[in-house]
DNA sequence: GAGAAATACGGAGGGTGCCTCCGTATTTCA
DNA sequence: TGAAATACGGAGGCACCCTCCGTATTTCTC
């Protein structure tokens, strides 16, 4: 799966600072609530054209960007109980306003190829989920997508609040706990 | 509040008629996930100017559908607990996909005028939550509004599933007890 | 260093949706 | 039945999505 041409071409110059380019302006661009990808490539001064290549879908911008987040999400989830850890991704969800974004299509039903950062994403958590369930503190009618899903409904879409979200998720957790 | 004008024109016909159509239309369009408001007048065989007419905004159109679920809602929150009403709510919103783009407008931030259903919504919800306060069933750490932004929440964005929000209700209810 | 081949760039263009505005058609009232 | 009031329709301006392809740049080879 990795070099398969005995001949690889370097990569070429304006590729590289093109796609650094994009990313710094997505971050800047995403910053806000909703923004379109056009305002992404005229901030990035380049061609929406550019931006499409280097970035087939939304999805793949978003993941792109907040990539190195999602990767300490799951290297965090390794060493640490499931509740801290729902409490980070919260957290971060409401300091990245992005992150949301970048999250929730971890269950984009099609999702086309459920890029490599959801896959891995998942099996964090479902491993977390696994760790509690062994340990009994964890009803077990309870899947690791639920939970996955509940962080997310709990920062996504309209009035959502963050301060009012970490409330919610202790409630949340105090029903967790086995009956 | 009603009756100002002292000669009150008859309305018209055609405009009763067509906002006819247009319900009918919206209820219709609005079944599948993404619906637009020009598929709407389309299917309603009448011109978008007509739609925005009638209906100012996209929220104006999915309460207007939605109004007798909601009304529903509101006269149940009366002579129900809390649970099982938001138990109810959360069915009626996996039933009626279109019942949860008509209920996260209570929690619009501008909403402009905050619509009247909202508003009635919003004060059932409260009475509600009042009484499970007062009964000493609720902690007292969570707000009316946060009640509904939950129920939101887990019907709402990407990867829903009806099925599962039942489950995380219940999860939910169980931490909503006094501690 | 020069030319060919590979690669990336930009943005025009076609599609959809949102919303406003206003000339025209219909309906009500006198 | 005609004038006044009211509603209708959809063109038009704007934004966004995404694709496609002629042109420009860069890398490689000799």
Same mark, same amino acid.
């Given at each position: 799966?990795?070099?398969e041409t005995p001949?690889? $071409?370097k990569? $070429?110059?304006?590729? &590289?600072?093109n796609? +650094?380019r994009l990313l710094e302006?997505?971050?800047?661009v995403?910053?806000?609530?909703?923004?379109?990808?056009?305002?992404?490539?005229?901030?990035a001064?380049?061609g929406?054209?550019?931006l499409y290549?280097?970035f087939?879908?939304?999805?793949? &911008?978003?993941?792109a960007?907040?990539?190195?987040?999602?990767?300490? &999400?799951?290297?965090?989830?390794?060493d640490?109980?499931?509740?801290?850890?729902?409490?980070?991704? &919260?957290?971060m969800m409401?300091?990245?306003?992005?992150?949301v974004?970048?999250?929730? =299509?971890?269950? +984009? =039903?099609?999702?086309?190829?459920?890029?490599?950062?959801?896959?891995?994403?998942?099996?964090?958590i479902?491993a977390?989920?696994?760790?509690?369930?062994?340990?009994?503190?964890?009803?077990?009618?309870?899947?690791?997508?639920?939970?996955m $899903?509940?962080m997310?409904?709990?920062?996504?879409g309209?009035?959502?609040? =963050?301060a009012?979200?970490?409330?919610?998720?202790?409630?949340?957790?105090?029903?967790?706990r =086995?009956r």
């Amino acid at each position: 799966m990795g070099e398969e041409t005995p001949k690889a $071409r370097k990569p $070429r110059a304006d590729q &590289l600072r093109n796609r +650094e380019r994009l990313l710094e302006a997505a971050r800047e661009v995403f910053r806000g609530e909703g923004g379109s990808l056009e305002a992404v490539a005229r901030t990035a001064g380049v061609g929406i054209g550019t931006l499409y290549r280097h970035f087939p879908t939304r999805e793949a &911008l978003f993941q792109a960007v907040y990539a190195r987040e999602v990767e300490g &999400l799951e290297r965090r989830a390794a060493d640490e109980g499931l509740a801290d850890w729902m409490r980070a991704v &919260l957290e971060m969800m409401a300091t990245k306003r992005g992150m949301v974004a970048a999250l929730a =299509p971890v269950f +984009e =039903p099609d999702s086309t190829f459920f890029s490599e950062q959801s896959q891995r994403m998942r099996a964090a958590i479902a491993a977390l989920h696994a760790r509690a369930v062994a340990e009994g503190s964890l009803r077990d009618d309870v899947t690791s997508d639920d939970l996955m $899903r509940v962080m997310i409904g709990l920062s996504y879409g309209p009035g959502a609040d =963050p301060a009012r979200a970490g409330v919610l998720l202790e409630v949340f957790l105090d029903g967790l706990r =086995p009956r």
